[in-house]
């Protein structure tokens, strides 16, 4: 078993920055790859962001790209979420997902949730 527990939202003005955070209470966190989703209001859940269990391999969806930075620190069990140039398009509930599967793109990859944190960027 696996919880998740994310940090950091907010709300902030469009090119602002947030640094979301996700803590993992689980016996082998190097186990998991993990992912970011979102998901606006009437809209389906989504990937932003996907590391690897080594944090080798790294996925961004295009519309993160350049601006989002996924990363994990392996002995805090932590996976981050660095967000800069921030968008209102971004405003979404962020969730933080684990695998024990693989890296996928998809929610249905994904075996464990956080409950999520709500991130409004205002123009």
């Known amino acids: 078993q696996v919880q998740l527990v994310e940090s950091g939202g907010g709300l902030v003005q469009a090119g602002g920055s947030l640094r979301l955070s996700c803590a993992a209470f689980?016996?082998?966190?190097?186990?998991?790859?993990m992912g970011w989703f979102r998901q606006a209001p009437g809209k389906e859940r989504e990937v932003a962001a996907v590391i690897s269990r080594s944090g080798d391999n790294i996925y961004y969806a295009d519309s993160v790209k350049d601006r989002f930075t996924i990363s994990r620190d392996n002995a805090k069990n932590t996976v981050y979420l660095q967000m800069n140039s921030l968008k209102p398009e971004d405003t979404a509930v962020y969730f933080c997902?684990?695998?024990?599967?693989?890296?996928?793109?998809?929610?249905?990859?994904?075996?464990?949730w956080g409950q999520g944190t709500q991130v409004t960027v205002s123009s």
């Open positions: 689980a016996r082998t966190f190097l186990g998991y790859a």
């Open positions: 997902a684990a695998s024990y599967i693989r890296s996928g793109l998809r929610p249905q990859d994904y075996n464990y």
